[in-house]
């Protein structure tokens, strides 16, 4: 499964309509957003993840992050909610007004994120271990990268050989590079 019509399709018609009304809603208070399959579930990623979906059983599961779900603790109240989701009951209407709200302000909080940190946007690049490890070295932009060496990068827990090249060429494009040793 590669695609969000794909992941939809292999769901019984009625729940298919309900995903779809869920994805056009999302994509309408999110029309910037990338759409893309990530974690096996329909995401929307806008300078990082915005919301993730899924069809289940007997609900639709909606992922906007432990933000999305404090922010909207309120509204949310009559509904089941972990720290980082939501279950809207395949039974019911589902509450697009409140969906589209939740994205919007994913989205801004994106931004807001983005906008705080290196202009090059490197750390969004990278998958989210690579991300968090950076984040709690306080490596928050190039500059800072550049300060060390790809080995000690590569101690960082969470960090993969596999971002190196993605932060190499993050260094490059500003005229960096990694500190030799």
């Known amino acids: 499964m590669n695609t969000i019509d794909e992941y939809i399709s292999g769901f019984p018609k009625e729940v298919q309509l309900i995903l779809e009304q869920v994805r056009n809603t999302i994509k309408k208070a999110a029309p910037d957003a990338e759409e893309c399959i990530s974690w096996e579930m329909p995401t929307f990623r806008q300078d990082g993840n915005v919301v993730h979906f899924a069809g ?17 603790k309120e509204e949310l109240s009559g509904y089941k909610t972990s720290k ?18 939740i994205v919007k302000y994913r989205v801004k909080e994106n931004l807001e994120i983005a906008a705080s940190k290196d202009k090059s946007g490197f750390l969004l690049q990278l998958p989210a271990p690579a991300r968090r490890a950076l984040e709690g070295a306080k490596i928050t932009s190039l500059k800072k990268l550049s300060h060390y060496s790809e080995t000690e990068i590569l101690k960082f827990h969470g960090m993969g050989k596999s971002s190196i090249p993605e932060l190499k060429k993050a260094l490059e494009e500003k005229g960096l590079q990694f500190k030799s040793i």
Do not use: D, R, T, W
């Open 56 to 72: 289940h059983k007997s609900h639709v599961g909606f992922y906007p992050g432990a933000s999305g779900i404090e922010v909207f």
């Open 84 to 101: 980082g989701a939501a279950q809207f009951p395949l039974n019911k209407p589902m509450p697009l007004k409140l969906i589209a709200k």
